[in-house]
């Protein structure tokens, strides 16, 4: 049975940080590529940050480089450490597994920014 468990979501102020992980069972971790997804309120559902099987990083334009995304293959954990989070940037976020045609979600965990 494959499972993404999420955990570090919460309440933030804006500029401050928090730090995301997904913990993977059920599946050859270091095959696939890594990523989070956010969703916010009437929105859809938009990818923030990938990491390839390899190691190799990728982000949204929207995030740049503020959100960085890491993995530990030996853990089976990809990681997303949020920095300077913006008042708009509140949602659901996502951790997705995905090797060719097979893909996963996390539970989604709520982030919120508020002072």
């Known amino acids: 049975q494959v499972q993404l468990v999420e955990s570090g979501g919460g309440l933030v102020q804006p500029g401050g940080a928090l730090r995301r992980s997904c913990a993977a069972s059920g599946i050859f971790f270091s095959a696939f590529n890594m990523a989070w997804y956010r969703q916010a309120s009437g929105k859809q559902r938009e990818s923030v940050a990938v990491?390839?099987?390899?190691?190799?990083?990728g982000y949204a334009d929207s995030v740049e480089c503020r959100l960085p995304i890491s993995r530990d293959n030996a853990q089976n954990t990809v990681y997303l450490q949020m920095n300077s989070l913006k008042p708009e940037e509140p949602a659901v976020y996502y951790c997705?597994?995905?090797?060719?045609?097979?893909?996963?979600w996390g539970q989604g965990t709520q982030v919120t920014v508020s002072s």
């Open positions: 990491i390839t099987s390899g190691g190799s990083p």
């Open positions: 997705n597994a995905k090797e060719y045609f097979l893909a996963y």
